[in-house]
């Protein structure tokens, strides 16, 4: 009887624990509604006019200054859009990803989750969506001071699921819980130290969880108010995305003004909301901008640099085997397929009394051999004068052999065969062999050159130099696919 009493005890505490979570569920999705960061950022907008002491009319003047992909993207900097379900909401329509990758859009960030409960019904469709193009993706969170850090980290690490190498990091994005009634705002009633421990905690359990530095987005009118600028000092570690208005510079071409020296060193920065395509995309949406190149974007958040793309065009390197075929003892030169008409087969200058052939040339030693685009020879060192003649017939005269002095007692050179005169010789430039085998004589020294003298060209690669605007694709988004997503749920 008393097991049975005790058991039914447990349960129904755990009835009431289920029911008290459930509440909070609820009163967290009262308490935080679920907003546009466009409203937010509207409300940025009117909080930083009020600071500066401007007339809210200047709002009206702005609205003609429309930030447009691709027209007004400047090529020294990275630019880059945030989405939620909203943007697709608002013109009942959906994002064509493809349209967007070709307007120089190079990054995009879609809202993932809030709170402990709440997930964007658009995330897990544009998440697979972006990882086809070349457009760097991530995920953000937005806070809620209404659940603990720890659940709101369970939330979205269920929704977003495994990074990929190449990946943009988490982001924690922190403001106003209603923008519509920012009086009401529900971090006020914590204290600037209460806040500071409850964000150390979201972001260290994501930096455990997934091993990237996650990102803040914040605005500097709201931190002010409810963190002070002084505990700036303690997220030095973290980047932060601001979002800071700036007028006369909706199109990103400035950077913000009149910021405290703590907030100077952001990342990234937030400068409208009501950026705009002209294909891919009705709605209006969030742009932001990196001040740098691609490379120093990858380098300040962590991201993978794409590989280099090999293709079979590559040329080989300086430093291995000009041709497989060249072998000691004779054996084809580059550029060169005459057969003497005696059946043997040509070789460079011999030496030694038994008219054998020489070792085959090593190239990274003798910057007189023929080069991979044709067998035409280098200009400047010269091959050693052999101290012995050949016994036996001399060899043919291949056209496009090394040069350098050839064997004979005299060393002095022949005069230039003129190509008009002489039917056996190839046509200039060409590197075309004799019609016949023309013997040379033992006291003949250089071969004449057949052109002008061709170079190695690079390391072999075709790759993306590093700053190139167009990372590769990745076919991430039909493996991205994680248990428990449901592009059905959305955030009432």
Known sequence: MKRAIICGLAFLACAALLSNNVARADDEERLLPD???????????RETIKELGLDISILSA??????????????????????????????????????VEGQKVKFAYLKATQGATGQDARFSANWNLVAQTSILRGAYHFLSPFSTPEDQVKNFLKMMGPLQPNDLPPVMDIEWTDPANPENDGWKNKSPNEIVEFVLKWLTAVEDATKRTPVIYTSRVWWKDRITDANLSKFQRYPIWLAQYVPDSTKGQDVPKNLPAAWTTWAMWQFTESGGFTQGLKAAVDVSVFKGNLEKFHQTFGIALPPPVTGSNDKPKPDTPIDANLTPGGGTIPGDSTTPSDGSTPSGPSSGSSGGSPPAADPAKDASVATPDGGNTASGNTMPTPTNTPSGPAMPTVTNMPSGPASGASGASTPKADPTKDANLGTPNSGNPPTSANPASSSSTNAPKSGPANKPSGDGFLGTVPGNSSPPRTNRGQSDKRPGDNPDIRME
Not at 71 to 88: A, K, M, Y
């Open 62 to 99: 702005e609205i003609v200054k429309r930030f447009t992909f691709p027209s007004d993207v400047e090529e020294d900097s990275i630019f880059g859009i945030d989405i939620s379900h909203h943007n697709e909401d608002g013109c009942n329509c959906k994002i064509n990803w493809s349209d």
């Open 35 to 45: 907003t546009s960061r466009a409203s937010r950022f509207r409300l940025v907008i």
